[in-house]
């Protein structure tokens, strides 16, 4: 798999999962929203303390991805998160949150800095993914993630000296993963990280 060329400097977050489910609804037609001016984090929110660090381009990731899991349930309730996504797009990093039900596809683009909602889309389902298709293959489990920061760390062992860029949580064969790219100069390495017990699924080069 070609892992992407990302011009953007290092960051840390201290992020956390939460729970989702699923639901069956119907909607024959695909509609695309792109949203702004929506709710920012709060800063008195509970106990969880989140870090964070500067971009050479000015952005600050502040918002935990738990924050962004609860606004994707609030959109689509109901529905089951396929992947998560945290990767910078235009000079700034965005959360891209996919999910499913029976018969539909849905996207949910945030803003990491100011929990701003940049997209919003839905879909139908391809003919051999709907009634529960790709519900079943794809559906991430979110249940006793590791914590995105451990996960971090992990993939740092992994690669000393790189700068994890890029993250992704996402399913295959029953197994839930991280898949974390990192950068050092002109080289690049893709790991992949059980998301429950942060054990290393796949080490790869790209140089």
Not at 1 to 9: C, D, G, Q
Not at 33 to 60: A, C, F
């Amino acid at each position: 798999m070609k892992i992407k060329r990302i011009l953007t400097s290092g960051l840390v977050v201290t992020l956390v999962a939460v729970l989702s489910g699923c639901q069956t609804k119907q909607a024959p037609t695909s509609t695309e929203t792109s949203v702004t001016n929506q709710t920012k984090i709060s800063e008195t929110e509970t106990s969880r303390e989140t870090t964070s660090e500067n971009l050479d381009l000015g952005q600050e990731i502040t918002v935990p991805l738990d924050d962004v899991i609860a606004l994707y349930q609030e959109t689509y309730p109901d529905t089951h998160l396929t992947s998560i996504e945290l990767e910078p797009e235009r000079n700034q990093y965005i959360y891209k949150l996919e999910g499913v039900d029976e018969q539909e596809e849905y996207e949910l683009k945030v803003d990491a800095t100011t929990k701003e909602m940049k997209k919003q889309k839905n879909e139908a389902l391809d003919r051999d993914e709907r009634n529960g298709v790709k519900l079943k293959n794809k559906a991430i489990d979110l249940t006793n993630l590791a914590s995105l920061n451990d996960v971090t760390e992990t993939a740092k062992k992994e690669a000393v000296d790189y700068t994890p860029v890029e993250w992704e949580l996402k399913q295959e064969l029953g197994v839930t993963y991280w898949k974390v790219n990192l950068k050092q100069a002109h080289k690049e390495k893709e790991v992949k990280i059980n998301a429950q017990d942060l054990s290393i699924l796949k080490v790869e080069d790209d140089d």
